[in-house]
């Protein structure tokens, strides 16, 4: 059987953005396909398999606005092993039985020709109620189920989920400090996911939770998280055998940090693995968080000693922005952006006085002086596209040279099937309510750079079997131009201890 640290190995050797099944082919045969699955939550999973059959899932969230966090694991059902993806905003209901868990069973979905190349609707059962649901909806649906009281995949069953011998069990309350030593306000979030290390069955909670768990070793990672901050604490294994409060303190996390020596390579996709081994099955459970290296701030530690089951891996992919967004003037700040998909995407720096131009309507346009100047719009979560695109063209009528929008409430459907006249950046996050701060206040300037392609790429896996340890890459070697050569992969010539 393949040694833990080779299982590792081939986890972290795949694509960024993909987690692989832990198994020796995984490492050395490529992907020979790719299937996009829309799952109940809008999050899109992108599916393949090398020609041993061995799955990898790479989960692209619905949200642009990162940190995001999933679930990855195998589970048997007779002689087929399935695998699973649970984005972490299902992952209460799921455990709660709200949600079934096959609505998250990547594989048997792509079975029964549920895959996106084959069916553009989710059959479902709402409290007994059959209801066809369009993926294309399935970000805004999700959020009309949270009071639903069961929610399945129709015309699936719904199989055993693996338990434990029967016996005593235990209620353990997870309890967590936030990195202020503090228990964590109503303005920030928390999960907890305990794995089961000797069946795989998985429990989802929020900190301040109790769960009821058989005796036995589990695994534990607990997160809290207020805006673009996240840290998390992992504890190996954990012995059951009573009732009690166990705390995770994320006051002891130390902040992970990675550059690269040409410091225009800083954006991309930071991915951070916890890896649960499950004995005697042999594979493991992967709890995963993808986090914006740009705007994101990453914290982590390990409690408790060691274990056999325990495996920890970060995996940074650096090159240099597509699109940057800066606030220039009153104070200078980037802002998360895209472009609209429709709109022209200038390259090369760019610079605009920008105003408030409310939701875009003509009443509201008329009392500013747009003419020139980037607009910068709230719309509600819910505006169609259709209107989006209409209130682009009031601005343009208005004598407005571009738009920056963002959602009030949610993410509206910002892609557009037909082109607009004008560039429109979509800016989300902390800082693009700042940027609308400023904005009403007048004074503001803003600057864009766009580039078609990185002269630079990086890439950095650090695996771990002995707890979180957080690095800081502190000399990388020199990437290769993409104008003379493919990209270099680069790797860290030293690093140390944050």
Known sequence: MPTIGRLLAAVVAVSLLGVAPPSAHAATSPPSNDVAVTLITGDVVHASHDEHGQWTLAMQPVEPTLPAQYAQFPQRHGDTVDQYLIPAAAMPLVQSGAVDRELFDVTSLIRQGRDDAHSDVLPLVVDSKRVQVRKADAAASWKSLAGAKQVRLDGVSVPAVPKGPDGATFDVTFAMLDRH???????????????????????????????????????????????????EVAIPELKVDRGRTVTLDASKAKQVRVSADQPSA?????????????????????????????????????????????????????????????????????????????????????????????????????????????????????????????????????????????????????????????????????????????????????????????????????????????????????????????????????????
């Open 181 to 231: 030593g503090k228990t964590p306000g109503t303005d920030e979030g928390t999960s907890v996911v305990v794995i089961d290390l000797d069946t795989g069955a998985g429990y989802f909670q929020k900190a301040g939770d109790t769960v009821s768990l058989p005796a036995g070793r589990y695994g534990v990672t607990g997160s809290v998280w207020s805006g673009s901050e996240l840290a």
């Open 266 to 498: 800083r954006a991309g996709v930071w991915t951070s693995r916890v890896l649960n081994r499950v004995q005697p099955l042999g594979y493991f459970f992967t709890y995963v968080t993808m986090l914006d290296p740009r705007f994101s701030t990453f914290y982590a530690t390990s409690q408790g000693p060691a274990s056999a089951a325990f495996a920890y891996a970060d995996n940074v992919s650096l090159v240099q922005p597509g699109l940057e967004f800066w606030v220039d003037r009153p104070q200078r700040f980037e802002v998360p952006a895209n472009w609209l998909y429709g709109s022209p995407q200038p390259t090369g720096t760019g610079r605009f006085d920008a105003v408030f131009g409310g939701e875009g309507t003509v009443a509201e346009l008329s009392k500013v002086d747009a003419k020139g100047k980037l607009v910068v719009l709230v719309l509600p979560g819910s505006t169609p596209l259709d209107e989006v695109i209409q209130r682009v063209a009031n601005v343009k009528a208005a004598g407005g040279a571009a738009v920056a929008v963002t959602p009030s409430v949610g993410r509206p459907s910002l892609r557009a099937d037909v082109p607009v006249e004008v560039p429109v950046f979509v800016v989300f996050g902390d800082n693009a309510q700042r940027l609308v701060a400023a904005a009403k206040a007048g004074g503001l300037a803003t600057e864009y750079t766009a580039r078609t392609a990185s002269q630079y790429r990086y890439e950095l896996s650090f695996p771990s079997e002995e707890g979180f340890r957080p690095i800081s890459c502190t000399r990388w070697a020199a990437p290769t131009s993409r104008r003379s050569r493919p990209p270099t992969t680069a790797r860290p010539k030293r690093a140390r201890r944050a």
